[in-house]
């Protein structure tokens, strides 16, 4: 009899990293990771149509989480305003579980070339949802892929930051996603 | 006997986007490119590892030569105007062939998420050679990626302008790519 398990897709995504650590990516099998959760091959497919998914999970939910927060910043934000919101909005749903995972789970994906461009498409995802939720502020589209990719980048400069710091709470992801944005505009504003 | 074939590389994209129009990519197989190339099989295979590598033909061309321009810009040069130099550079490569395929392939591409995918990691894989180049003369990492994906950005928009206009010298190719770029300096230079 099976019963229903809470957090079943959390407990997947720790058990597939710690075997992709253990064993390696390619020689994990689906079967393995769901023994290691405890849940049916059948609850696996429920959350993820594959094992290279797995990894770009949280992909759909970061993308809408980005979106709702440029859609509902405030009018007068200008367009790096807007994307500031949205990082706050992502950052506040990633925690100690994303923060102890980060690190090993980017080790896993450099391991793989498979996994590497599952990772690219992941954040060009991102920039797409973020620069769609600006146009549809009516910022004009070259301004907008523009404030998106800084977006992008500055998103994965703060994980990267937050990765290798003690404090897993998301507060301090969006304080150092922000910074990095900081960063990016003063960049941006004096490129030559 | 099998004889050298001059321009068969260019022979077997032309085949292939012809191909993939009229019949679907799915649908056409490497021997049927090779045979409308009028070229076997195995030189197919020396231009190309496979079917999907095909559409991202000049990556690794464009990437060389981005580098280089950008490399070989005046030291005097900001990260944008030696990102102008690679575009500049690479440009020069792409000529009526380029401008009379691009609409065809980027229509091929727009129906399959394989391709999508493939094409999605070519930009990518552009942004990085720029970023590289511009690392490597001193700009700072936050700095370089954002003036490598704003070049990618501006050789985008300048290919899609260009293709769709009469004129397809390379000259006319370097012309819009640049106004793409001058146009995203100002709107960066204004992001809030």
């Given at each position: 009899?099976?019963?229903?398990?809470?957090?079943?897709?959390?407990?997947?995504?720790?058990?597939?990293?710690?075997?992709?650590?253990?064993?390696?990516?390619?020689?994990?099998?689906v079967?393995?990771?769901?023994?290691?959760?405890?849940?049916?091959?059948?609850?696996f497919?429920?959350?993820?149509?594959?094992?290279?998914?797995?990894?770009?999970?949280?992909?759909?939910?970061?993308?809408?989480?980005?979106?709702?927060?440029?859609?509902?910043?405030?009018?007068?934000?200008?367009?790096?305003?807007?994307?500031?919101?949205?990082?706050?909005?992502?950052?506040?749903?990633?925690?100690?579980?994303?923060?102890e995972?980060?690190?090993?789970?980017?080790?896993?994906?450099?391991?793989?070339?498979?996994?590497?461009?599952?990772?690219?498409?992941?954040?060009?995802?991102?920039?797409?949802?973020?620069?769609?939720?600006?146009?549809?502020?009516?910022?004009?589209?070259?301004?907008?892929?523009?404030?998106?990719?800084?977006?992008?980048?500055?998103?994965?400069?703060?994980?990267?930051?937050?990765?290798?710091?003690?404090?897993?709470?998301?507060?301090?992801?969006?304080?150092?996603?922000?910074?990095?944005l900081?960063?990016?505009?003063?960049?941006?504003?004096?490129?030559?």
């Amino acid at each position: 009899m099976t019963r229903w398990e809470p957090n079943a897709r959390e407990r997947l995504l720790i058990a597939a990293v710690d075997l992709f650590s253990e064993q390696g990516y390619d020689e994990t099998t689906v079967a393995q990771i769901a023994d290691r959760a405890g849940v049916t091959k059948s609850t696996f497919f429920r959350h993820f149509p594959d094992k290279r998914e797995l990894l770009a999970a949280g992909q759909a939910t970061l993308s809408r989480l980005l979106a709702e927060g440029i859609a509902t910043a405030p009018a007068e934000l200008g367009p790096l305003g807007a994307v500031a919101a949205g990082l706050h909005r992502a950052s506040e749903t990633l925690g100690p579980v994303n923060h102890e995972l980060g690190p090993r789970l980017q080790a896993v994906i450099a391991s793989s070339v498979e996994l590497q461009e599952r990772s690219i498409l992941k954040s060009v995802g991102l920039a797409s949802a973020m620069a769609e939720a600006l146009q549809a502020r009516g910022v004009p589209d070259a301004t907008a892929r523009l404030a998106a990719e800084m977006g992008v980048l500055a998103f994965h400069q703060g994980y990267s930051a937050w990765s290798s710091r003690p404090d897993g709470g998301s507060g301090e992801l969006a304080r150092l996603s922000l910074a990095a944005l900081d960063e990016l505009r003063t960049a941006a504003a004096s490129l030559e």
